[in-house]
């Protein structure tokens, strides 16, 4: 059997002030958490649980303090270095004297794809992220949301089998969000691509996820793992659509019985019986 996407076992992640004095923050408290190859799962919880804490652990941005975390059977380390994931976080984290085709462009020139192929792979991701248009311009001449939808493009480069997204809908408007969401539930589901997903909105994550792991903070710890099995094959066959039109796509789904139990069941776990968590969008 292959290796799972991701393995985290027994992780702890303690931030200590400068100096080893002070107060110490437990960002996370051994946490164990596998996600399978081919699987979309979100991290929710309310601000300071952890979520990015624990993505960029994954993505070896950061070291834990005790346990150990694998991708696709590596060391984190290892897995970065032989590139096994791709990126998108809050910050699009473009290079601003690339235009946005370099900017897509450049995971692949890093890897050795000839200049055809990078042209035929960067011309799919601008269609799929609505920007053909705008493929000459520079990220300062793009609004925030533009910025991010390049950086999904850049993630996505590779076709990897594991990405890494925090909040990276965050920033966009509602049609333009909804519309992203299904096209990467139709990208995974092409790929067979791993997702490891931070989000604050519960709709995003039930909409999106195999499973949506509930955390809490202080420490951070996984509070409650939800199962959502909602039948997605409409939402993944449906024909793509530029953002305008993003209106019918998903939208069955959207509105299934079954998504607004798993909408429901995400909530509760997040309210454990006590006050709406912060930081969360509960609607
Ligand atoms: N580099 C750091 N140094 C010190 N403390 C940190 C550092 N990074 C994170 N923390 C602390 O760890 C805790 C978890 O932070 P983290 O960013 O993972 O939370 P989060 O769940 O992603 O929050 P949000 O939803 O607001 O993005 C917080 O208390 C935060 O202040």
Avoid at 41 to 63: W, Y
Avoid at 137 to 148: E, F
């Amino acid at each position: 059997m292959s290796a799972a996407a991701v393995k985290v076992s027994a992780v702890s992640r303690v931030f200590r002030a400068q100096g080893g004095k002070g107060s110490e923050v437990h960002a996370l408290s051994d946490v164990d958490l596998t996600v399978a190859s081919g699987e979309f799962v979100s991290l929710i919880g309310p601000s300071g649980c952890g979520k990015s804490t624990l993505l960029r652990l994954v993505a070896d941005l950061d070291t834990p303090t005790s346990g150990s975390i694998e991708v696709f059977g590596r060391e984190a380390r290892q897995a970065r270095l032989a590139r096994d994931y791709g990126i998108a976080f809050q910050q699009a984290g473009l290079l601003p004297w690339r235009t946005v085709r370099a900017n897509i462009e450049l995971p692949l020139a890093l890897s050795g794809t000839g200049k055809a192929g990078r042209r035929e792979r960067a011309d799919h991701l601008l269609e799929l992220v609505g920007l053909a248009d705008f493929a000459d311009h520079h990220p300062d001449q793009l609004s925030g949301g533009m910025q991010q939808r390049v950086a999904i493009a850049r993630a996505l480069a590779e076709e990897p089998s594991l990405l890494l997204m925090d909040e990276p809908f965050g920033a966009l408007d509602e049609m333009t969000r909804e519309h992203l969401q299904t096209q990467l539930l139709r990208i995974c589901a092409e790929t067979r691509a791993a997702v490891v997903f931070v989000t604050h909105s519960i709709p995003e994550a039930v909409f999106l996820s195999d499973r949506v792991v509930v955390m809490s903070p202080r420490p951070g710890r996984i509070r409650e793992v939800v199962e959502v099995t909602l039948d997605r094959s409409a939402a993944v066959g449906a024909t793509a659509s530029g953002p305008a039109e993003a209106g019918d796509t998903g939208d069955a789904l959207r509105n299934d019985a079954a998504f607004f139990s798993s909408v429901a069941a995400v909530r509760e776990a997040l309210h454990g019986g006590a006050v709406p968590a912060r930081g969360v969008d509960l609607r």
